[in-house]
């Protein structure tokens, strides 16, 4: 078989393999093993990463890894960024979660303090304590998809729940509230 | 009854869809001259039956006959007329079905038209797009039938997604379809070259009116998806990279090429083996987005439901029609002997230059779908591609094709000198240059590049047809005869070529959009891109199935009226859901955009954007479709037939 003949046998390789790799996913599918829809984080189950984070207006001071640590209860860190249209959606609900006396931990992720602060202050601040990160060290470290993104960190510093994408009132009933009841 | 019926003229197509792909194919392989001219009959056939099939399920979604499970699904008796129609091609069983009467539109456009085919070659074709039609027909009537009963019926349907109930989205399948599945004539093309082992010049002047068909309708199918994306879907962007997106670009893109390479195996019986190739790619392109779509196997916004067993139907049907054609690729392709040479200069080599860039891209924007799936597969990572990688990827493939496409129209055939070309384009250049200088001042180095290529390319096309009917250097009757001479496809690829200059204007003004998230109350304003938006009302308003809220915003520019925007919020109480309805004001140059997002404690939380040249993305890409269809109303390509019988003579003498 000479060099032409095995060139006109590479588009059928390369299908081939395409079909293959189509048919194992198909099949993971099927069996549950492979959602292409869902964003595991792969830091469920592990420490969150160390921070340390300046303040970010109204707040003065911002926080750090071991403080999420220390606040004795289940926090709910959330990256947001003035910029981000879901993020505006998503506020009402963040409200609420911290009226119903969630720990609403803020960090404003690559954004202008002033413009954060004056989103804060359009919308409301339901952030029990904020923090700005202005370079987006922290959010790689964190593996942030796009904001608005949030992190459940248990007691114990481990992080439980990621969720990517404004928080809906039924991702709270379904998914947010068993998980706060459970790491309580 | 209707149902049944349907259902009846379902079967009877894919019956007459196997007879379609056996008895042309057997009778050309025999010589057999009678079966052969059995082929445009059965088309003629395959399409009256799926036509009573569509107009069944039209009739049970109009008459709302809810007994029809896919009707119940997907209608809802207060759903208006028109979305009751078109709403049966937009769930997964009728797109199917919209998809086989497609083909069979296809089939018996060959039949009707293609009179001046050699006999053979004619019932090949129509013998393969047989061959594809009844792996559908199948699939519609063993996994996604239409026309399944529900027993007991429910007392009304479940309506509709309201994102859906858009004039714009009730007509983008359609169109959209027919592109995809116009590929398939290509690709029967192509497969029918392959089992006869023989391509000319007539067969490149018989496939390209076909591609150029599908590639217009493709082209306006991906033009009114991404307009549908930016005016009800409300985010302000027109292009996402999405997988489905992607799924669409990809056939257009090797479409493209396809139809450029189709004029040199016509012109110059060169690139035979490439032209058939990106005939099968194309089909193959546009089969595995179909794929991709059905079985959820990507992460997109807007897929259908997931189903992997339908997934792995779609996929041992795609494995048989792009696996057995790629066989016969592979096996007889070395027959296809190659034609005219040509230097790297000239205008052979710009149409080969323009094929590696189209396909490049095409591998860029395959690599960057598919490697989230294949990485997760083999290594178990999970990650995403996103548009930053699309950009980075994308842009410096674009800049030399454009760059090129300008140049190559005035290049000659075989060997060509490029200083002289270049040298007919001056003021073309200058212009680009002027354009590029003016822009880089104003906002920046890729706007300015993306403005200069634009007008490289309208300038250019203009150039072009200057340079042919050699404006203001011979007398003006002269002119006119010359302007009357040119063949409409040089207009034609002047006009798309211009086109594609009108689009990238359009993505380089987007560029320089500026947005604001505000909540007002009624009475308040805000100040955005030199305009003052003040929310004057909010009030409610009934629909004919959904409750609307609708905000009247005024905007003014130093206290002097522009013009009054009521985007408003619809809630379908039925789906429990909430669409909002975009308010866009547009004057041709610049769009103004304003959404009506939630209200709280009074005020109203509206998102307004300012979008400059905007709709010329659109318009862009409508005049790239309708260069198309100037190219298709050629005469040459209109009457093929002497030509073509003078063509194989020519060719035999020569040789």
Redesign the interface.
């Known amino acids: 078989m000479n060099r032409?003949?095995l060139l006109?046998?590479a588009?059928?390789a390369v299908?081939?393999a395409?079909?293959v790799?189509?048919?194992?996913?198909?099949?993971?599918?099927?069996r549950g093993t492979?959602d292409?829809?869902s964003?595991?984080s792969?830091l469920i189950g592990k420490p969150m990463p160390s921070f340390v984070l300046p303040g970010q207006a109204p707040a003065q001071f911002g926080f750090s890894s071991d403080e999420v640590w220390a606040a004795g209860s289940p926090v709910l860190i959330n990256f947001f960024a003035s910029w981000c249209?879901p993020c505006?959606?998503e506020h009402?609900e963040l409200m609420q979660l911290a009226t119903s006396g969630v720990a609403l931990w803020g960090i404003a992720y690559k954004d202008k303090p002033e413009a954060a602060a004056g989103f804060l202050q359009?919308?409301g601040n339901p952030f029990a304590r904020l923090a700005a990160d202005r370079t987006g060290r922290t959010a790689i470290d964190f593996g942030v998809?796009g904001v608005p993104e949030s992190y459940l960190i248990d007691r114990t510093g481990i992080v439980r729940w990621r969720w990517a994408g404004p928080i809906t009132p039924a991702i709270t009933a379904d998914t947010l509230r068993p998980l706060l009841q459970q790491f309580a | 009854m209707i149902g049944e019926l349907g259902h009846f003229a379902l079967a009877l197509g894919c019956v007459l869809a196997v007879i379609q792909a056996v008895v042309p194919l057997y009778g050309a392989q025999r010589r057999d001259v009678l079966l052969m001219r059995a082929a445009p009959a059965l088309a003629f056939g395959q399409l009256i039956a799926l036509a009573g099939a569509a107009g069944a399920l039209v009739w049970a979604s109009v008459v709302s006959d809810f007994s029809v499970a896919n009707v119940a699904e997907n209608s809802h008796s207060l759903k208006p007329l028109l979305y009751r129609i078109t709403g049966t091609w937009g769930n997964h069983e009728g797109s199917i079905l919209l998809w086989a009467l497609i083909l069979a539109v296809c089939g018996a456009a060959v039949g009707a038209f293609g009179g001046n085919l050699p006999t053979a070659l004619r019932a090949r074709v129509i013998g393969v797009l047989g061959f594809t039609s009844c792996g559908f027909l199948l699939f519609a009537l063993l996994e996604s039938n239409p026309f399944l009963r529900v027993w007991p019926p429910p007392v009304d349907g479940q309506g509709m997604n309201p994102l859906l109930q858009d004039p714009g989205l009730a007509f983008h399948p359609p169109i959209l379809y027919s592109g995809y599945v116009g590929f398939a004539v290509p690709f029967a093309f192509a497969v029918a070259a392959l089992i006869e082992g023989r391509i000319d010049a007539a067969w490149g002047r018989w496939v390209r009116p076909w591609a150029l068909t599908a590639w217009c309708f493709l082209t306006c199918g991906i033009a009114l998806g991404s307009w549908w994306a930016y005016y009800e879907v409300g985010w302000g962007g027109y292009w996402f990279w999405d997988p489905v997106e992607n799924a669409s670009l990809m056939p257009w893109l090797t479409g493209t090429a396809l139809v450029h390479s189709a004029i040199v195996v016509e012109k110059r019986e060169a690139l035979k083996v490439w032209t058939v190739l990106l005939a099968i790619g194309t089909f193959a392109f546009s089969l595995s987005g179909t794929f991709m779509v059905r079985s959820g196997i990507l992460n997109s916004v807007h897929s259908f439901a997931n189903d992997p067993a339908r997934g792995v139907f779609i996929l041992g049907l795609l494995a048989l029609v792009i696996g057995s054609s790629l066989v016969l690729f592979a096996l007889r392709a070395r027959h296809l002997a190659s034609g005219g040479v040509f230097a790297p200069i000239s205008r052979e080599g710009a149409l080969v230059l323009n094929n590696i860039l189209l396909c490049s891209i095409c591998a860029v924007v395959v690599t960057g779908t598919m490697y989230p799936l294949f990485a997760e597969l083999v290594l178990g990572a999970k990650l995403s591609v996103g548009a930053p990688f699309f950009n980075a990827t994308v842009l410096p493939l674009v800049i030399p094709l454009v760059a090129a496409m300008s140049i190559g129209p005035v290049l000659s055939w075989k060997r060509a000198n490029l200083g002289a070309a270049l040298m007919r384009l001056w003021y073309a250049a200058l212009v680009a240059l002027c354009v590029g200088l003016f822009a880089a001042w104003g906002w920046g180095a890729l706007p300015a590049l993306a403005f200069a290529g634009s007008a490289w390319l309208i300038i250019g096309a203009l150039a072009e047809l200057i340079e042919r009917t050699r404006l203001l250097r011979v007398p003006f009757a002269e002119f006119l005869d010359r302007v009357a001479g040119l063949r409409r496809a040089a207009f034609g690829t002047a006009l798309a070529h211009a086109g594609l200059g009108v689009t990238i204007a359009g993505i380089a003004g987007m560029s320089l959009a500026s947005n604001a998230v505000v909540a007002l109350q009624p009475g308040q304003s805000t100040h955005l891109a030199g305009y003052d938006w003040t929310l004057i009302s909010l009030t409610d308003a009934p629909g004919p199935n959904y409750q609307s809220r609708v905000a009247t915003i005024s905007l003014s520019r130093d206290h002097l009226p522009i013009a009054i925007l009521a985007p408003e919020r619809h809630f379908f109480p039925l789906q429990n859901q909430t669409v909002s309805d975009v308010a866009i004001r547009t004057n041709g140059f610049r769009d103004l955009y304003a959404v009506l997002g939630e209200e709280r404690d009074g005020a109203a939380v509206l998102r307004l954007h300012y979008n400059p040249l905007a709709p010329w993305i659109w318009l862009g890409a409508l005049i790239m479709a309708g260069g198309g269809a100037l190219s298709l109303s050629d005469r040459r390509l209109r009457l093929g037939a002497p030509a073509a019988r003078k063509a194989p003579a020519g060719a035999a003498a020569a040789q």
Not at chain 1, 21 to 30: D, H, K, N, S
């Open positions: 032409r003949n006109l046998l588009p059928l299908a081939g395409a079909g790799g189509f048919y194992a996913a198909l099949e993971r599918m099927r492979f292409p829809h964003l595991p792969p249209v505006a959606l009402d359009e919308h998809y």
